[in-house]
């Protein structure tokens, strides 16, 4: 699992992708944001820095300020596998930010989705 190509994938390549699925149902840029920051410890201006440097996705959680110490109650199945079992840290993070984008989609409280 060590050779993933969304390991060098640009971030930015991916987050109008996140941005577009949540406005889709009604949700916002801010929430993705905010779920964001909250998973990586990323502020506005770093993720501004991230998306204009094309930052890679191995990068840009190997450089997180912090990882939210809630992540291990994100649980559940995203693209068919159980993020809690995922055995490739990066493949995990990486996974874990799908399946709250998902929970945003599907209309999950901010708290919710945040593990408040």
């Not at 930015?12 to 949700?27: C, D, F, L, N, T």
């Not at 440097?53 to 809630?70: H, V």
Request: glycine share 4%; charged share 30%; net charge positive.
């Amino acid at each position: 699992m060590k050779n993933h190509k969304v390991f060098k994938m640009p971030f930015a390549s991916v987050y109008p992708h996140y941005i577009a699925k949540a406005e889709k149902k009604g949700r916002s840029r801010q929430e993705v944001d905010t779920i964001i920051f909250w998973l990586t410890g990323y502020n506005e201006q770093n993720l501004q820095h991230i998306l204009e440097n094309q930052t890679d996705f191995e990068t840009f959680f190997a450089q997180a300020p912090q990882i939210n110490p809630n992540v291990s109650k994100i649980t559940g199945v995203i693209c068919g596998y159980r993020v809690e079992e995922i055995e490739d840290k990066l493949m995990q993070q990486i996974r874990y930010l799908d399946k709250l984008i998902d929970e945003l989609a599907k209309g999950k409280t901010m708290e919710k989705i945040l593990r408040s």
